[in-house]
């Protein structure tokens, strides 16, 4: 029998490699997981099926980004058909038109002027495209002395030097250390004392974003390019913006000259029950990031929106002179603009963002039916995403939840846990049957859980 190259996927989806050991896995205790490996071998809507053959109900749309759902099928037909018509085309002074039509219909769903995409392949990328455009921005606009990028405490912006950078995540920075030096952090907004068991936005906090002014005076207005913040972080366990609190650091940022960056990789694209943040805040950043939902994760692609003002202010000069130096090979490839298109498509015909809010209040009480279970020291919650913060084991940090993601994976539920916090995200096709088991499993393991 004729083996095929595509005959390598059929022969692959049923079992365990023997040999995991080539393999340098991303974010994962390597050893650990070897010793005891978790493979996922095909997905259907809200399902996983593990290499064992179990049903994993997929509590976290992936790494928050499946939020239609898996192996939808407009997606799937629209890779293949853009696979077979043309498998890319260069990116640099050449073009296809699926890219310009994404654009547009991206940039038609960002409120105001935020009218130009950038198009990138990760978060990451797009973090670092959209500090990038911050400094070219200024430069190009008579203020080059604004070099200074300003992050937050505990946000995670990916794992580009310009990510980490801004980021607030220790331990996403202390291996490498040389970072970009012209960053400062405002603080995080995170209080159990003020805010556990808020739910949706918390009361407390707005005057956190002070703190800007803070840094303003320290570092005067004049040397401060940008101001990055995630509307809600996600990676370091969700924390939801205080009310008032982002306007307010628009607000400054106005005030000053500054750029407002929204990193909507996580927010974007219904996970809040809005189509983004900045549509559910009603603020409109000068920048937003992009990722993960934009093609449904089904092929990789991120994306920079930025305001007109800032595009047109690059958009100077001699005609044939490149506006911005910098650029990916992948930018705007066809398999991920065919993926995204169609995921739009989707997303729209099905009404995804509005479902999300629908379930929202179902969700809010669901997940905070827990409040007794054992453990639990805070809920949080807003549009489909929740925090379910335990109790740390005195001196073994982590553990604790990383044993009640093991259990519930055995249980046949899907969570993601980062620290002491358990996040669920699930897609936005998810059922209330569906969410009755994830909380159904998750209160009962952490009654099991030491
Ligand atoms: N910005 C934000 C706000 C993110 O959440 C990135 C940038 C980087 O994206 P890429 O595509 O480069 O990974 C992210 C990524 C988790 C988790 O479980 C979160 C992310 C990635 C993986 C896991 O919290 N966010």
Not at 134 to 142: D, E, F, P, R
Not at 169 to 195: A, K, M, Y
Not at 404 to 418: H, M, N
């Amino acid at each position: 029998m004729s083996t095929t190259a595509a005959s390598v996927v059929d022969d692959l989806a049923g079992k365990t490699p023997n040999n995991l050991d080539a393999l340098w896995m991303p974010f994962t205790a390597n050893r650990q997981f070897k010793a005891n490996p978790r493979l996922l071998v095909s997905a259907e809507g809200m399902h996983y099926r593990s290499v064992d053959g179990r049903e994993i109900l997929d509590g976290t749309a992936g790494l928050w980004c499946v939020n239609a759902g898996h192996g939808r099928k407009e997606i799937i037909e629209a890779v293949q058909r853009q696979a077979e018509r043309m498998d890319y085309a260069p990116s640099f002074q050449m073009a296809h038109p699926l890219q310009f039509e994404l654009a547009a219909r991206l940039t038609a769903m960002l409120p105001g002027d935020l009218d130009h995409a950038f198009f990138t392949n990760s978060g990451s990328e797009s973090v670092d495209t959209a500090l990038k455009i911050a400094l070219a921005y200024h430069q190009a606009n008579g203020e080059p002395g604004r070099t200074r990028l300003i992050g937050r405490e505990r946000g995670y912006h990916g794992v580009g030097f310009g990510g980490i950078s801004v980021g607030g995540i220790g331990n996403n920075r202390r291996q490498f250390r040389n970072q970009l030096p012209e960053v400062d952090h405002l603080p995080h907004t995170h209080s159990l004392e003020h805010n556990a068991f808020s739910r949706g936005q918390p009361e407390w906090g707005a005057h956190l974003a002070d703190s800007l002014t803070s840094l303003i005076q320290l570092h005067g207005a004049d040397s401060i390019a940008a101001v990055i913040v995630e509307p809600m972080a996600g990676s370091t366990g969700v924390l939801i913006p205080p009310a008032g609190y982002l306007r307010r650091l628009r607000n400054i940022c106005d005030q000053n000259g500054i750029l407002l960056i929204f990193d909507e990789v996580i927010t974007g694209f219904g996970r809040l029950g809005a189509s983004f943040a900045c549509e559910l805040f009603d603020i409109v950043p000068d920048i937003v990031t992009l990722a993960k939902g934009l093609t449904n994760a089904s092929v990789p692609m991120g994306g920079v929106v930025v305001r007109k003002g800032i595009h047109d202010a690059l958009m100077t000069g001699p005609e044939h002179l490149i506006e911005l130096f910098h650029g990916y090979t992948y930018s705007g490839h066809p398999l991920a603009c065919a993926a995204g298109l169609a995921a739009l498509d989707v997303y729209r015909q099905d009404e995804l963002f509005d479902r999300a809010a629908d379930l929202a209040p179902y969700w809010e009480e669901a997940v905070h039916s827990l409040r007794d279970r054992k453990h639990v020291i805070d809920l949080r919650n807003l549009g489909l995403v929740a925090g379910i913060e335990l109790e740390p084991r005195p001196g073994k940090p982590t553990t604790r939840a990383y044993d009640a993601f093991v259990r519930c994976f055995e249980e046949g539920l899907l969570v993601r846990t980062t620290g002491d916090v358990i996040a669920l995200s699930p897609p936005l096709i998810v059922e209330r049957s569906h969410i009755d088991r994830m909380f159904g499993v998750i209160g009962d393991t952490l009654d099991q859980v030491a």
